[in-house]
């Protein structure tokens, strides 16, 4: 092989792996799309956070390689007391209704927890939902409410921001052990058959 093939064939080889790096780089560290809907990659494994090992400990926060983590806050309305004043959104829980929206002292640091009247205006009923583009996944409001409230709000690794990582750093990090690898396709335990995969994923696509 001549020299100079020899020198193309590297520089493409650094091309390459220069494009490959730059790109992961990217896709880490650029800011997730969270207005997309909750649709999960086509991957056949996910994490996710089991509810009732989860301790709110904030390490979502921190060690998810995203930035801000793929780790995000969730209010479930089947639970949820739909109070005027929530543990899980304003800490001075004696405050006037009409000064809650203006005066109240946030849970969450990022006042990501959103507060919407349902019905029966200011001491009525309201609806709590989460702002996932201010979240960061401090858990600090899923603590609250889960010590002062119906737990009604948990902790989710939102699959379509997770990078699917093969060691999820949260799992690693997590000192409960709360944080799973579930199937979201059929394993295929025969090798060589790797179509059950894409008929699987064409069926739930459409």
């Known amino acids: 092989m001549s020299k100079s093939r020899r020198s193309f064939l590297r520089l493409g080889g650094h091309v390459v792996g220069g494009l490959g790096l730059a790109t992961a780089t990217a896709r880490i ?4 799309s ?3 809907e909750f649709v999960p990659q086509k ?3 996910a994490w996710q956070i089991d509810p009732l090992k989860c301790q709110s400990c904030s390490v979502c926060e921190t060690a998810c390689v995203r930035k801000p983590s793929a780790a995000k806050a969730l209010n479930d309305p089947k639970k949820c007391s739909n109070c005027v004043v929530c543990y899980g959104h304003i800490g001075n829980k004696h405050i006037e ?12 640091p990022y006042d990501a927890v959103l507060r919407k009247n349902f019905c029966g205006g200011l001491d009525g009923m309201f609806l709590y939902s989460h702002n996932h583009s201010r979240c960061t996944g401090c ?8 010590e002062e409230g119906t737990g009604s709000m948990f902790m989710v690794i939102r699959p379509d921001l997770c990078l699917g990582c093969n060691e999820c750093a949260i799992a690693v990090s997590c000192p409960h052990n709360a944080i799973e690898r579930i199937p979201c396709a059929p394993a295929d335990d025969f090798k060589g058959i790797y179509g059950l995969e894409d008929a699987y994923w064409m069926e739930e696509m459409g």
């Open 139 to 146: 858990a600090k409001c899923v603590k609250h409410c889960k």
């Open 43 to 45: 991957r056949r494994f």
């Open 34 to 36: 969270v207005d997309a």
């Open 29 to 32: 560290f650029s800011p997730p």
């Open 97 to 108: 209704s009409d000064k809650i929206d203006t005066e109240g002292e946030r849970i969450c």
